[in-house]
């Protein structure tokens, strides 16, 4: 029996792993944790451990496959080779830009490939070489946010402070939940066993959210339970309240800012007695997080998806900055710091100009990390702007607001290509479906790491297993698509040029991918974060200072007063609507996965607390509609105490019904909880792109 060091690719911990391959193993490959990695030391969850129940599903994509019924009938399709599929692609590729310009082929690249280094370096050069002009992806769903403040705050994309886990005396955690997600924008073995220990040694853990998580325990932190969609008026109180009562570190802000005064401004206009009835908690609460916060010996800050998908998250993750900025924790030991890893990735992706929108029908527009609002794709379609489109390792139509709408649109497409491992909900539209390896299919390095490991190391992984049946990586398919359609792509079919960037970034710490796969566990440690990185390496603004107050943010001010307002005014008694992570679902691409199937996760219900379904007359597992402005769907409700009141909550990633293919998914198809969120212009933030999806006014009612 063979066995290969290896790392999961399902979230971002990496967790390290062994794969056991032979024919005298259950289905070819085991997976168990890795007890000798130096970092997870055999910590892995259930997601990673399981994958060969995917990576053996006789449901995956296996062949590539052309479409043989019209967009508006039954998918049906036909299995043909390679070089058929990818020669039909480029030609109908060619015939559309001759006709329309590159202009008009669009891209939507998913989740998946980012947890890729070989597929989405490529897939980007893939896009600019054929001269892709619109760009969709799902990081518009939950995290185009952070991108857009970094960039404005920091100057460069790639700058995301995490807390310094091992330091720190306390930890404000506001709108995540590391039990089931373990943590987004922080790489680390085990989050949970971090807080403990924060608690263990006499520190404190604050977590800020509308329902008492998972993670909430006496030994991990105590909940303190808002409003939805509320954090940035919380965070603003917190700094007025600081600044009121001198606690700010005002040598920290002019030595490392700039514009504080506009900040501190701002702040202003929500002192703590403001903001109490909007944010849902007592003024005297929000003062005494002031207080623990400002007084700690060191303070550290995390924000995650449940505030991100938001109207503010972008002013909500600049203040998160600013709070930690403003007491002195930013770039200290114990505070939030950056780890640059083998390469300081904050040294690319910096900000190339002050104003980056432009005028369109849709109204003012911009790009974050290159993308456009994932939900204006339909209307990007339905103007005719984007004729074909090309879909990586990705599942708009269940992930975008609007799924009906969206399904029309896509149907109109002259071409649309989906390269994934299934045939999922968007492949059901799609002319060709071109199957993709899995991650015990290819060999990786974790790049995505890079900035994000509170100890930083890097770890490469040989394919554990050839692939399957007639699956390909996406760099080999685009790679045969550019040489078909002759574009410059750097990557050729076989495989040359491939690792150009990997070899150049590793060199910068001394390091090679040869060293890495002669290394134990394939893995180098490498040294510790120093808190001073951040301002030295990582700020990409002239003079190494942070724009406290960036001149761009200045509609989004504006409109932040009137939001409050709004919220003010909202009458007793209404819903608002979240998103919950559950550990039996990771997006739409577990959906068809047995093992997670368990008795109490066979659905998505809609949860809710008992006074809610008390008033409402409404008891558990009974049917109920749910409807807004924007949609309306049925679903199985729960009853759920962890909620505040006033909240109701539903898992995304269901709502397979209309796709037989994934016979599990098929058979446990759950409510499309996106039916209810807003679409089209004006349900993004304009600052970032990013999507309207937590705190929705929704109204419940019993199914007649």
Request: charged residues 20%.
């Amino acid at each position: 029996m063979r066995q290969v060091h290896t790392f999961c690719r399902v979230c971002e911990p990496h967790c390290a792993l062994v794969a056991e391959v032979g024919a005298a193993v259950e289905g070819g490959i085991r997976l168990r944790p890795d007890a000798e990695h130096p970092v997870h030391k055999g910590f892995a969850c259930h997601k990673g451990l399981g994958f060969t129940e995917i990576h053996n599903d006789p449901d995956r994509l296996n062949y590539p496959r052309r479409r043989t019924t019209p967009k508006q009938a039954a998918a049906a399709f036909a299995n043909i080779g390679w070089g058929e599929a990818l020669d039909e692609i480029a030609s109908r590729l060619s015939d559309l830009c001759a006709v329309y310009g590159p202009e008009a082929v669009g891209v939507y690249f998913g989740n998946p490939l980012g947890f890729n280094s070989t597929g989405r370096d490529t897939a980007r050069k893939f896009a600019r070489a054929l001269g892709v002009r619109y760009a969709f992806g799902s990081g518009t769903q939950d995290c185009a946010n952070k991108f857009a403040a970094a960039e404005a705050v920091f100057g460069t994309v790639n700058l995301h402070p995490i807390p310094d886990f091992e330091h720190t005396h306390y930890l404000l955690d506001i709108g995540s939940n590391p039990r089931i997600s373990h943590m987004s924008f922080v790489h680390m073995t085990d989050p949970m066993q971090a807080l403990r220990s924060i608690v263990k040694r006499g520190g404190r853990v604050r977590h800020v959210n509308p329902r008492r998580t998972e993670s909430v325990t006496p030994a991990t932190g105590d909940l303190v339970q808002i409003k939805p969609d509320t954090d940035l008026y919380l965070l603003a109180a917190m700094l007025d309240e600081m600044r009121r009562q001198g606690w700010l570190d005002q040598e920290a802000l002019a030595h490392y800012g700039e514009r504080s005064d506009a900040m501190l401004a701002f702040v202003g206009q929500f002192p703590p007695q403001r903001a109490a009835p909007v944010v849902g908690v007592s003024a005297d609460l929000i003062r005494q997080l002031a207080q623990e916060f400002a007084s700690a010996e060191s303070a550290s800050i995390h924000m995650s998806t449940g505030v991100n998908m938001g109207r503010q998250g972008t002013l909500a993750y600049w203040l998160a900055q600013m709070l930690s900025l403003a007491t002195g924790n930013l770039g200290r030991r114990g505070g939030n710091i950056y780890s640059p890893g083998y390469f300081p990735a904050a040294t690319v992706g910096k900000a190339r100009r002050e104003n980056p929108f432009f005028d369109s029908e849709f109204g003012p527009l911009r790009t974050v990390a290159g993308n456009l609002p994932a939900n204006l794709l339909a209307e990007h379609i339905e103007s005719g702007k984007v004729k074909a489109l090309i879909v990586i390792a990705g599942n708009p139509l269940l992930s975008v607001g609007g799924e009906s709408r969206l399904r029309k649109a896509l149907a109109r497409l002259e071409l649309c290509v989906v390269i994934d491992l299934y045939p999922n909900a968007t492949a059901q539209l799609a002319d060709f479906a071109l199957p993709a390896t899995d991650w015990l299919e290819r060999a990786d390095l974790n790049s995505l790491s890079l900035g994000f490991q509170p100890q930083p190391y890097v770890q490469h992984t040989e394919a554990v297993t050839p692939p399957k049946f007639e699956r390909k990586p996406e760099w080999w398919i685009l790679a045969n698509l550019a040489e078909r359609l002759a574009l410059p792509l750097p990557v050729q079919p076989d495989g040359t040029g491939l690792h150009v960037r990997d070899d150049r970034q590793l060199a910068a710490a001394d390091l090679s991918l040869e060293q890495l796969k002669q290394s134990p566990s394939r893995t180098q440690m490498l040294p510790p974060p120093e808190p001073e990185a951040l301002f030295e390496v990582g700020v990409q603004r002239p003079g190494g200072r942070i724009d406290c107050c960036p001149p761009l943010f200045q509609d989004a001010l504006v409109r932040a007063e009137a939001l409050f307002e709004e919220l003010a005014a909202e009458p007793d008694g209404l819903l608002k609507l979240i998103t919950r992570r559950t550990n039996t679902m990771v997006n739409s691409w577990f959906a068809n996965a047995a093992f997670l199937k368990r008795s109490h996760a066979l659905d998505n219900p809609l949860s809710m607390h008992p006074q809610d379904a008390a008033r409402l007359k409404l008891s558990a597992d009974q049917a109920v509609r749910v409807r807004n402005g924007h949609g309306a769907l049925t679903a199985r409700l729960a009853i759920d105490e962890t909620l505040r009141p006033g909240v109701v909550a539903m898992t995304h990633g269901w709502g397979h019904g209309a796709n037989p293919e994934l016979k599990v998914a098929n058979g446990h198809p759950g409510v499309n909880v996106n039916a209810l969120l807003p679409r089209g212009p004006g349900s993004f933030e304009p600052l970032s792109n990013q999507a309207h999806m937590t705190g929705l006014p929704v109204e419940v009612e019993a199914l007649a």
